[in-house]
């Protein structure tokens, strides 16, 4: 009988399911419903990845159930059965929280990444206090007892208050000289007798009307200091809502004060694997003043996997598809014909990337198939007639399916797999002028065959797969300190795909899609916006192609 290692329980709890699930469906291991379920090779004994993983760490590496040889290599990934369990709906993490939502375990992870009832904490300096994400904003701007509250200039009302108690010291002050008076009078009423009640009428008669208008005056300045604080009250709510709403109108990301300039460079596209692989040659261009794509010249050679840049206005793509070739599109020279560049790499590769940096160009990791595994070199490729290629550096580890992106006088390498199965979620950011790597703080999680742009002093990471599911995930990583920020999810979930970035807009075209389809969509998201919008689609359906944005100094179609 199977028994866990540890006191963890890896796979999930029954009473988070909408309707009870079968007891096969349960780890024999931690008894909880299989997550990410796996079996023995002959008898199909059913484990979560991460018990199983535990058990053959810990214990043995025998099946728990029937003793047969067993390792984390030889384990089977019962395909029918995870996608039933993929389909079960499920209680949000957060549902202790208040989340009502049941939602497919294979978007589980998509749904807590954006759960309003995600627990943050209030951001006000000395409150600390743990809210829903969803309540952020109205605890930090309406509730909180530490929030920051705008003081306005009340002078005019100070003033006019000021102006009535110095009235009200006059007439103070006037009471007491009569008062005073009234005592000097006093003094000699037997010697003016007669003329002191006329002087003491007159002088009750005064002090009546001093008094009286003493009184109108309190009363007057009682009437203020309530309008006063009616005011201050009107005051206080008014900057509520106008905070209220200046937060509102702000983006779901530190995109703020962006310029929003309407995208002018043109994009061309090239190679890629279509429905029935008839796109490897072929390329196209989008004009957005014509908001279409047009179909050009078609490449020398099929060109899947491939890396692309521009150097000196000319279009280089570089290997793909076991190739050791590259071809060159010069952007100065009408019609747009591809040529052979006369040059080949020093080996067929695919699956790499490169990058320009100040006239030199780096080409890093990929497929080396002169020696038949994932590289893990950084070179420099000098692009004479017989293109030699320069050791420069050693990754950590190999890598293929990754991206490297140019921000600074730095270039970052993302991601990527260093074998079939095992994907990086490594960041590392290599000095050209030092042909040193170091590593940086790495992605939230494992991503290959994803598609990248370098926006300011960051990276935008889109797409790609993790465990073996596509995303639609989109983030930006900050390249000085590591830190993640996320942007609005892509309409269509997508790996394999290209993009490129034209003023402040990105744009991402084809790629596969969650149901192993090749896409011909496009979709843009320009930075301060909170959704991605479709473009009009490709032609062809492309995935692992490439792609630049064109310079914008002349027009190709």
């Given at each position: ?472 995930d989109v983030f930006m990583y900050d390249c000085k300190t590591g830190k993640i920020t996320a942007l609005p999810s892509m309409l269509e979930k997508r790996e394999g795909c290209c993009a490129v970035i034209t003023g402040n807009t990105i744009v991402v075209m084809g ?47």
């Amino acid at each position: 009988m199977a028994c866990c290692p540890t006191e963890v329980k890896y796979g999930y709890d029954d009473s988070r399911f909408e309707r009870d699930v079968d007891d096969h469906f349960h780890c024999s291991i931690c008894y909880n419903v299989l997550k990410e379920p796996r079996s023995c090779r002959n008898n199909d004994h059913m484990f979560c990845l991460d018990c199983i993983t535990e058990h053959l760490n810990v214990n043995s590496q025998t099946c728990p159930e029937c003793n047969e040889d067993l390792s984390v290599d030889t384990l089977r990934r019962p395909r029918v059965l995870n996608n039933y369990l993929s389909k079960l709906k499920i209680k949000c993490d957060h549902a202790s929280r208040g989340c009502p939502e049941f939602v497919c375990v294979e978007d589980l992870t998509t749904h807590v990444a954006n759960c309003g009832f995600a627990p943050v904490s209030c951001s006000n300096e000395n409150c600390g206090a743990k809210i829903n994400k969803k309540d952020k904003v109205r605890h930090e701007t309406v509730e909180c007892e530490y929030r920051t509250v705008k003081c306005h200039d009340c002078g005019q009302v100070r003033d006019d208050v000021g102006a009535l108690k110095g009235s009200l010291v006059g007439l103070e002050r006037k009471v007491e000289a009569v008062d005073r008076k009234m005592e000097a009078t006093d003094g000699k009423l037997e010697e003016f007798n007669a003329k002191m009640e006329a002087s003491r009428a007159k002088t009750i008669n005064e002090v009546a009307e001093v008094k009286k208008e003493v009184n109108d005056v309190k009363e007057n300045l009682c009437k203020v200091n309530k309008d006063v604080q009616v005011v201050k009250v009107m005051m206080s709510q008014i900057l509520e809502r106008f905070n209220i709403l200046e937060l509102s109108k702000k983006p779901p990301s530190p995109t703020e004060g962006m310029l929003l300039d309407p995208p002018r460079e043109d994009i061309l596209i090239a190679g890629g694997e279509g429905h029935f692989n008839e796109t490897g040659k072929s390329t196209e261009i989008f004009s957005w003043e014509k908001n279409g794509w047009f179909e050009m010249s078609s490449m020398q050679e099929e060109r899947k996997r491939a890396s692309s840049f521009i150097y000196n206005d000319q279009v280089f793509i570089v290997g793909g598809d076991k190739s050791d070739t590259i071809e060159t599109l010069d952007l100065d020279e009408f019609p747009l014909e591809w040529t052979i560049f006369p040059g080949k790499l020093t080996f067929k590769c695919d699956d790499h990337q490169t990058v320009v940096y100040q006239q030199r160009v780096f080409h890093i990791g990929g497929y080396d198939y002169s020696k038949h595994r994932q590289s893990h070199v950084i070179s420099e490729m000098e692009l004479t007639p017989t293109c030699t290629m320069k050791e420069l550096c050693q990754m950590p580890e190999p890598r293929e399916c990754h991206r490297a992106e140019v921000v600074g006088d730095k270039i970052f390498i993302l991601g990527g797999r260093e074998n079939d199965f095992n994907s990086l979620d490594s960041v590392l950011k290599f000095d050209p002028k030092k042909n040193k790597c170091r590593k940086m703080p790495p992605l939230p999680h494992p991503l290959a065959k994803t598609t990248t742009v370098p926006w300011r002093d960051q990276v935008v990471v889109i797409g790609g797969y993790n465990k073996g599911k596509i995303l639609n995930d989109v983030f930006m990583y900050d390249c000085k300190t590591g830190k993640i920020t996320a942007l609005p999810s892509m309409l269509e979930k997508r790996e394999g795909c290209c993009a490129v970035i034209t003023g402040n807009t990105i744009v991402v075209m084809g790629g596969l899609s969650w149901k192993s389809t090749k896409l011909e969509s496009v979709e843009c998201f320009t930075m301060g916006d909170s959704t991605w919008k479709y473009l009009p689609n490709m032609n062809n359906a492309r995935s692992r192609a490439v792609a630049v944005a064109l310079p914008p100094q002349r027009k190709y179609v």
